[in-house]
């Protein structure tokens, strides 16, 4: 393991580290490369779903997340997480297309269950630490306070995902493959025979089938689901729609009506049950106002931020500014932003450092 990869203080090589193992390869090099630290390693799985429902946290994570810790000769636990998974992320994710924004489910499950609920229960098996196969860095700065910084490989980096970490947290944490590449992780995987070494990574909501976002809305919260019309953004009728739930800021495909020059969504109405449709300058946003902000260092700036702000995981980032206001902010960007799309976190970076975030509540 390359050296900086977490402040580990007087850690023995003897310290029980649980590894949180999805099922894929990520997780399961990542107890590899513990175990040959001389790290006593134990293998835990949540299962978030019950085993026949979705594709990633369903039927195929404890399976080949067992296999993986059996060919490790490492102790496997499954923990019983569906409960609260559908409690704290399943109730979010329902909840908050009910409101016309667009949640981001990956960052609520970080947030209340891997490094909420499943550190909770690391402890309880005696672990000192928690390990993930997330493409992230912790370090330690001169001043004993704990960074979380992009991966090496920033195809994969992960650290968006991860922006609402606390110091005690990540005193806690372990994440083997921030210095490491996709492809170098592939490849020790093979060399160490590990079953899951060729499996291919999920890019879709775990728990949602086939992307199919509008039948599990469907299923959940029917009521959701209410035609409407589709209008341009000076109210002309445009087309119908089935549900706004099935549609995001800035979404140009599969909006079910044919027009002379492309159009993107620009705003869901939630109180006429409308989709707003507009041009590509109509979809850019040089200001957001931001809730239930949350910066790394757990302490909020003193005075306004100059940052590289994400507003999304697939996002290059604009430069901007950010303005602390307690538990909310305001970023205004030097250039207009594609698509700021209420629900989703903007991500506060500086060069590969992340600062902190917070979730869009509107943009203009």
Not at 137 to 142: D, M, S, T
Not at 299 to 307: S, T, V
Request: proline share 4%; aromatic share 8%.
């Amino acid at each position: 393991m390359k050296p900086g990869t977490a402040a580990r203080g007087s850690l023995t090589g003897k310290t029980r580290v649980a590894v949180a193992m999805s099922g894929g390869v990520d997780s399961s090099v990542a107890a590899l490369l513990l175990k040959q630290e001389g790290y006593d390693v134990v293998g835990v799985t949540m299962m978030l779903l019950d085993f026949d429902a979705g594709p990633g946290c369903g039927k195929h994570a404890f399976p080949d997340a067992r296999k993986a810790a059996m060919q490790l000769g490492i102790p496997h636990h499954l923990l019983d997480f569906r409960k609260e998974f559908g409690e704290r992320v399943i109730r979010y994710f329902c909840d908050e297309y009910g409101c016309g924004r667009t949640p981001n489910p990956c960052i609520r499950c970080n947030e209340k269950i891997k490094f909420g609920l499943l550190l909770d229960r690391a402890r309880g098996l005696g672990a000192a630490r928690l390990a993930t196969g997330h493409y992230a860095r912790l370090e330690q700065n001169g001043e004993g306070r704990l960074l979380l910084n992009q991966g090496a490989d920033k195809a994969k980096d992960q650290s968006y995902f991860l922006y609402r970490l606390t110091q005690e947290q990540m005193a806690q944490l372990e994440m083997p493959l921030g210095g490491f590449t996709k492809n170098k992780v592939r490849t020790m995987a093979k060399e160490h025979g590990l079953p899951v070494a060729e499996k291919q990574e999920s890019q879709e909501v775990c728990f949602v089938t086939d992307d199919d976002y509008a039948g599990f809305l469907h299923g959940r919260r029917p009521g959701l689901l209410r035609p409407g019309r589709v209008v341009d953004t000076e109210g002309n009728e445009l087309g119908r729609h089935d549900g706004i739930a099935g549609f995001t800021i800035g979404q140009r495909k599969g909006l079910g009506i044919a027009l002379g020059e492309r159009r993107y969504v620009v705003r869901l109405d939630v109180e006429r049950n409308e989709v707003v449709l507009g041009r590509y300058d109509e979809a850019l946003a040089d200001t957001a106002e931001l809730d239930q902000v949350h910066w790394v260092s757990g302490e909020e700036p003193k005075k306004p931020q100059r940052a590289l702000a994400k507003v999304r995981y697939q996002h290059s980032g604009g430069q901007a500014t950010v303005f602390p206001e307690g538990d909310r902010a305001r970023v205004k960007f030097d250039e207009p932003q594609f698509a700021v799309t209420p629900g989703q976190s903007i991500v506060f970076y500086d060069e590969d450092t992340v600062l902190g975030g917070g979730i869009i509540e509107k943009s203009k």
